[in-house]
C-alpha cells in the first residue's frame, strides 16, 4: 500500500481541524486537548498536538491528510510532518489580520529549505468583513503564481476545491 | 465591505503596502487612545491625512497661509456652481486661487507629516472604508503621493527593535533584492547610510557581515533594511543549508508520476 501525504497548516484557530473533518473518509484523529495557554483566549478547545484524515484512493493507494500544531511551540513537528509531502495547504483565518505574520512566518519554514507546493486557502470567507483572496495575497505578501484561494473548511465541496486547485499545482511539477 | 483590524497586529508599514500594490481607493480611519487619523487614497496614492477632524475642513487652506479667507470663500462659492465632480482643490488651480506648486508641497507636507506620527503608535485599531472618497470642499493634495515613500520614511522614524524584529528575527538572514528592484526603486529616495547598505546587497552576505562591511551597527543595518522590506525592495531568507554533491538551493521533494496525481485528482473530484 502506497501512502502520499498532505500537510494542512496555518495559525491558530485557521480552521485546521474544520478543514480535515469536512473531507476525511474516517472519523478525524485529533488530539484536541483543553488548552492550557493563551490560545485559550481564542477557542476553549485547540489542537495540541495534530489532526489525521484520510482517503483511500484506491487498494493500492491511501492519502494522509495532517493537520499541523498551530502553536509555536509545536513548531519542531513542522519539520518532521513536511518531509516526503506531496503539497501544503496554508490556511488563513481571513477575518483575524492579527494572525497574518504569524502564517508569514508558517509559509516561510515549510518553502525555506523544500521545494514545496502549496496553495493558499483564504477560510471564512462566509464571514463579514473577511478580507478577499486578493487582499490577502497583498497582506502575505505572496507572488501572483501563489493560488491564494477563497474557502470555507466546514464546506466539503469549498475544501474539495482548495485540495483539487493543491493537485493540479502538483500535477504540473509531477513527471510523465 | 471595510477591512478592520489593529495596526498592532498588521503594522501601518504592511497596510499602506496593502493600499500601494492593490491601487486602494479609499478612507483609512485610525484610532489610538484620544488620538485619531484619517487617510485617503485614490488608486494606491495618497490623496489626504489628516490628524484632526477639522483639518479635513477647507479653512485648513486659510490657516496654512495658501489662501485668504475670501480667497476661500471665492472658491467654495466657484465649486459649488461647478456642482458634481468638481473639488475645491481642482477648482482653486483652475482660478489660479494660489501656485500649483506652493498648494502641493504645503499640502504634501502636511499629510505627509500626519502619517509619519502613525508610525510611532504602537496600537490601535483601523478601518478601511473601500471606495470612500474625501469631501469634495476637503483640501486635497493636488497630485497623489506614493506611498512607497512614505513607507521608508515613515520606517526611518521608527526606533524600536520588537517591529524590526517581526520581519528580521536574525541578523543570519541573507538580503536579496526582489527580482525587479529597480522598478520599484524610482520611488524611493535613500540616504548616503541607506546606499552603503543598499550597495552590500548580494544575495549572499548575512545582515551580520553586511554590518561588518559597511561599519555601521547591526541595529541600524536591519533598521534600514527593515525599511527596504517594507517598500517591497528586498527579502531576507535563511542562508541554504549546506547540501552534499555540492548542490545548492532549496531541496527539491520527489516528484510524483502524473498518472498517480491524476488518480489523485479523480479521486477527491468523486467525492
Same mark, same amino acid.
Given at each position: ?24 473518509? !474516517?472519523? *478525524?484523529? &485529533? @488530539? ?6 493563551? /490560545?485559550?483566549? +481564542? ?46 495547504? !496554508?490556511? *488563513?483565518? &481571513? @477575518? ?6 504569524? /502564517?508569514?512566518? +508558517? ?50 465541496? &469549498? ?10 499545482? +502538483? ?6 | ?271
Amino acid at each position: 500500500m502506497q501512502t502520499v501525504k498532505m500537510v494542512i497548516s496555518g495559525a491558530v484557530n485557521a480552521g485546521k481541524t474544520e478543514f480535515i473533518r469536512s473531507i476525511s473518509e !474516517i472519523e *478525524v484523529v &485529533s @488530539t484536541e486537548r483543553r488548552a492550557t495557554d493563551d /490560545t485559550r483566549m +481564542i477557542k476553549k478547545e485547540t489542537t495540541v498536538a495534530m489532526d489525521f484524515g484520510r482517503i483511500a484512493i484506491g487498494n493500492d493507494l491511501v492519502l494522509h491528510l495532517f493537520g499541523t500544531p498551530g502553536q509555536k511551540r509545536f513548531d519542531f513537528m513542522w519539520e518532521i510532518l513536511s518531509e516526503g509531502m506531496l503539497g501544503l495547504v !496554508i490556511l *488563513v483565518d &481571513s @477575518t483575524r489580520p492579527e494572525t497574518f505574520r504569524e /502564517t508569514n512566518r +508558517i509559509i516561510d519554514f515549510f518553502i525555506s529549505y523544500r521545494d514545496t507546493a502549496y496553495v493558499i486557502a483564504a477560510n471564512k470567507q462566509d464571514r463579514p468583513n473577511a478580507w478577499s483572496p486578493e487582499e490577502l495575497r497583498l497582506a502575505l505578501r505572496q507572488p501572483p503564481h501563489v493560488k491564494v484561494l477563497p474557502c470555507v473548511a466546514s464546506d466539503r465541496e &469549498s475544501v474539495k476545491n482548495v485540495l483539487l486547485e493543491l493537485l493540479y499545482v +502538483i500535477q504540473e511539477r509531477s513527471e510523465e | 465591505m471595510a477591512l478592520v483590524g489593529n495596526i498592532r497586529d498588521f503594522g501601518l508599514s504592511d497596510f499602506l503596502y496593502l493600499v500601494d500594490r492593490g491601487d486602494k481607493t479609499g478612507g483609512l480611519y485610525l484610532s489610538h487612545g484620544q488620538e485619531t487619523a484619517l487617510l485617503f487614497f485614490e488608486k494606491g496614492k495618497l490623496v489626504m491625512a489628516v490628524r484632526r477632524p477639522e483639518d479635513q475642513q477647507p479653512d485648513l487652506l486659510v490657516r496654512l497661509g495658501l489662501l485668504s479667507d475670501s480667497q476661500l470663500a471665492r472658491a467654495r462659492a466657484s465649486l459649488a456652481m461647478r456642482g458634481n465632480g468638481a473639488t475645491l482643490t481642482e477648482v482653486i488651480l483652475a482660478e489660479n486661487l494660489a501656485p500649483r506648486e506652493q498648494l502641493q508641497g504645503t499640502l504634501q507636507n502636511f499629510s505627509e507629516e500626519a502619517v509619519y506620527g502613525l508610525f510611532g503608535w504602537p496600537e490601535g485599531e483601523f478601518r478601511f472604508e473601500q471606495n470612500q472618497r474625501p469631501d469634495p470642499a476637503a483640501p486635497t493634495i493636488p497630485s497623489p503621493i506614493s506611498v512607497d515613500h512614505l513607507i521608508m520614511e515613515g520606517v526611518r522614524r521608527i526606533d524600536e527593535w520588537g517591529r524590526i524584529r517581526d520581519r528580521i528575527p536574525s541578523t543570519d538572514l541573507v538580503v536579496r533584492f526582489l527580482d525587479q528592484p529597480g522598478v520599484r526603486v524610482r520611488g524611493v529616495k535613500l540616504s548616503a547610510e541607506e546606499w552603503r547598505v543598499f550597495a552590500r546587497i548580494n544575495g549572499r552576505d548575512s545582515l551580520a557581515e553586511i554590518a561588518q562591511k559597511t561599519s555601521l551597527s547591526e541595529f541600524d543595518v536591519c533598521r534600514i533594511v527593515y525599511g527596504f522590506l517594507t517598500a517591497g525592495l528586498v527579502e531576507v531568507a535563511k542562508r541554504a543549508r549546506p547540501l552534499p554533491l555540492e548542490r545548492s538551493g532549496a531541496i527539491e521533494q520527489p516528484r510524483l508520476k502524473r498518472s498517480l496525481v491524476n488518480r489523485i485528482i479523480n479521486r477527491i473530484k468523486g467525492l
